[in-house]
């Protein structure tokens, strides 16, 4: 993988390819992290004969923090950026994988852009995005209070991040992704998420043809399991969500089943 450096709607991306291929796939990282977190999975795709992309999300990691915070830091947002940057990287279509807040993006480009192949979701639950929506998917905890939240303390960082990767132990470079993050990322995506801007997640689940994955770790504290296998799915595979012996980063706690899995839902989408 290398290490690039694309300018999308003026905003400065740190992004990580592989050699261009026929048919890419598009990693997006969760809310204060950064595109190393798929370091588990880079070579099981490029093996695989994928052309792999894997950004840092606008106001996250190497990437430019937004002049337009209230418009960047949205569904919508986020989902132009990645869009510009897959037809910039010369790819006519490409999957997404995407985690957490990646897979809020994944569904958002889902719903806006054909050229997305499929999709595969983890640690994502499809919502309807209002306070009752958005009440129904996710569990609260003092960990979910803290994805909004302009100002991040070393308490707070360290409480996410545990959260976040299913550790007792927060590492260094996990650690250092969110303390860099801009705080007001956080805020507007929360703020724009509850306020509706975006696709409605559950209807695009519902009604779009194309494939989707849902490899749910089963121990995840951000998310209600048994709301995520009630929604009706156009076509999800295996016809329910897989569930991993995982919390909410089953691809960084369980690469190897987690890899298993991403490879054989990307040959069955085609």
Same mark, same amino acid.
Request: charged fraction near 20%; hydrophobic fraction near 40%; include cysteine.
């Given at each position: 993988? #290398?290490?690039?450096?694309?300018?999308?709607?003026? #905003?400065? %991306?740190?992004?990580?390819?592989?050699?261009?291929?026929?048919?890419?796939? #598009? #990693?997006?990282?969760?809310?204060?992290?950064?595109?190393?977190?798929?370091?588990?999975?880079?070579?099981?795709?490029?093996?695989?004969?994928?052309?792999?992309?894997?950004?840092?999300?606008p106001?996250?990691?190497?990437?430019?923090?937004?002049?337009?915070?209230?418009?960047?830091?949205?569904?919508?947002?986020?989902?132009?950026?990645?869009?510009?940057?897959? *037809?910039?990287?010369?790819?006519?279509?490409?999957?997404?994988?995407?985690?957490? %807040?990646?897979?809020?993006?994944?569904?958002?480009m889902?719903?806006?852009?054909?050229?997305?192949?499929?999709?595969? %979701? *983890?640690?994502?639950?499809?919502?309807?995005?209002?306070?009752?929506?958005?009440?129904?998917? +996710?569990?609260?905890?003092?960990? *979910?209070? %803290?994805?909004?939240?302009?100002?991040?303390?070393?308490?707070?960082?360290?409480?996410?991040?545990?959260?976040?990767?299913?550790?007792?132990?927060?590492?260094?470079?996990?650690?250092?992704?969110?303390?860099? *993050?801009?705080?007001?990322?956080?805020?507007?995506?929360?703020?724009?998420?509850?306020?509706?801007?975006?696709?409605?997640?559950?209807?695009?689940?519902?009604?779009?043809?194309?494939?989707?994955?849902?490899?749910?770790?089963?121990?995840d504290? +951000?998310?209600?399991?048994?709301?995520?296998?009630?929604?009706?799915?156009?076509?999800?595979?295996k016809?329910?969500?897989v569930?991993?012996?995982?919390?909410?980063?089953?691809?960084?706690?369980?690469?190897?089943?987690?890899?298993?899995h991403?490879?054989?839902?990307?040959?069955?989408?085609?």
């Amino acid at each position: 993988m #290398l290490s690039r450096r694309r300018v999308i709607e003026g #905003l400065r %991306l740190g992004v990580l390819e592989s050699a261009p291929s026929s048919v890419g796939v #598009l #990693l997006i990282h969760g809310n204060s992290s950064s595109k190393e977190v798929f370091a588990g999975q880079f070579r099981a795709l490029q093996t695989a004969g994928f052309g792999v992309v894997a950004p840092d999300l606008p106001g996250h990691g190497e990437s430019d923090w937004s002049r337009t915070p209230r418009k960047t830091y949205s569904f919508p947002g986020y989902a132009a950026v990645l869009h510009g940057l897959m *037809t910039r990287l010369g790819y006519r279509s490409y999957h997404v994988i995407g985690w957490s %807040l990646g897979g809020h993006i994944g569904l958002e480009m889902l719903a806006r852009y054909r050229e997305v192949r499929s999709l595969a %979701l *983890t640690g994502t639950p499809p919502v309807r995005l209002n306070p009752e929506g958005v009440g129904a998917g +996710f569990r609260w905890t003092p960990s *979910t209070a %803290l994805a909004g939240r302009r100002r991040f303390s070393s308490e707070d960082c360290q409480r996410y991040v545990r959260a976040m990767m299913g550790t007792n132990r927060a590492s260094t470079g996990h650690l250092r992704a969110a303390e860099g *993050t801009d705080g007001n990322a956080r805020y507007w995506m929360v703020q724009n998420g509850m306020a509706g801007v975006g696709a409605d997640e559950v209807d695009t689940v519902g009604a779009d043809d194309r494939p989707l994955a849902i490899l749910q770790g089963a121990a995840d504290p +951000f998310l209600k399991i048994d709301y995520v296998e009630g929604l009706r799915y156009r076509n999800i595979w295996k016809g329910r969500p897989v569930l991993l012996d995982a919390g909410h980063a089953p691809h960084w706690q369980v690469p190897a089943t987690f890899n298993r899995h991403m490879r054989e839902f990307l040959k069955d989408a085609g």
